[in-house]
């Protein structure tokens, strides 16, 4: 079992340590990655290391606390399952323009393909592989919004990607702005859009060092980031993921006041329990999507997606060499991994009772398990040019593409295709 040191990594020209309580310092080591399309040197960013574990023998408890989070009642748990080898060739290759740069990891020299070459086998039923004309059938007339980070975005690029196979899209931005693009595909008359929202709620950056260089954001937590509130309503699909970026140093107000921080090393404030910020920014988010009263569409909440450093911090060598995915039993989720997920978990299971009620539909893209096993799917160096001066040289957090994240994809058709093409106006589709 792998542990990593219990520093608090921050970046900059000079090491910076924080002293943090010993319980959690072996499950969080922090690093800064490159959340934004800006190139890496000039944006240092924040996300995590990681905490799962290698090589270690399955549980032996019969309970698995991940399924009963997820309370699977469907009669195969898609989201459960393994990696298998699959003879195919990618969706598509380094030539599709919707990757961005820092995910493109063939053009930039990654030289092996095999992590492009598995497929996700659920235990007990198949995984259909993308079927793009289905998918923008189900969609026609309809929108998607992503809303979250960079990983999030590493999403909507591969859907697009997907979907250029059979079609074509035009730019239709409203704002010129890369955190808020619109691709727009006029032959099925489908919108796609990304609303950038790093923390699901209302963030400002008080000071862009802060108390460990990595910046200090003041998080107000019971209010949603009204840069995607006051746009969702159009929206009949709404993928909401966030995670990396709460490993930064934050203040927590609630209700106008300061009610805590994390990292923040100051006494004006007390640090709260871990998680607790992830877990009030879901369910702000969510609350807003029960409390918007022309809201028809579906949630889906698109869960934590864990990185994979190994031997070192993100700053201190640490890497994602791995050349194929775990199987199930070398890795398992837990530790912080493990209490993002159940943070998010909780939220979403509670929002969605809610949400019966009032007629919002929250449905559940779990990611983590699969994505927990594939520390072969990250650009590592291959994010960027070999000789490039960036922050975070080797990104263990993002995902090649094309590569595992494709899957997310096919997991967000069998979605889609459950909820029998409604539409936000209630309108059912033709096409099921
Ligand atoms: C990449 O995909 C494009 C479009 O499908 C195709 O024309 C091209 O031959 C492919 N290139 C490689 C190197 O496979
Ligand atoms: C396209 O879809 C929107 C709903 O997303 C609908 O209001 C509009 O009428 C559709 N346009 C056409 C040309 O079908
Ligand atoms: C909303 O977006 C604008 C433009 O990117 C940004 O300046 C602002 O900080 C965002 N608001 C929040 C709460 O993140
Ligand atoms: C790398 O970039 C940083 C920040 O832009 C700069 O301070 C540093 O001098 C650069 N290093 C090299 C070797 O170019």
Redesign the pocket.
Known sequence: MKTYSPELQISGSRPFFLQITPKFVLLFSIIFLFLTIIPLHVFPLLATSLSWSSLIPSSSSNIDPIAALRGTKESCDIFKGEWVPNPHTPYYNETCWAIQEHQNCIKFGRPDTGFMKWRWRPDGCELPAFNPVQFLELM????LAFVGDSVGRNQMQSLICLLLKVSYSVDASIIQDEKFRRFYFPDY???VATFWSPFLVRAKEADPNGPTLSGLFNLYLDEADANWTTKIT?F?YVIVSVGHWFFRPAMFYENHRIVGCQYCRTSIATDLPKYYGYRMAFRTAFRAFNSLADFKGAVILRTFAPAHFENGLWNQGGDCMRRRPFRRDEARLEGMNFEMYKAQMEEFNAAAAKGRKKGVRFRLLDATEAMLLRPDGHPSRYGHPPNANVTLYNDCVHWCLPGPIDTWNEFLLHIVKSEGGR???GRQSPIR
């Open positions: 026609r007339g309809k929108s008359n489908f919108t159009e009949d539409s936000a106006t």
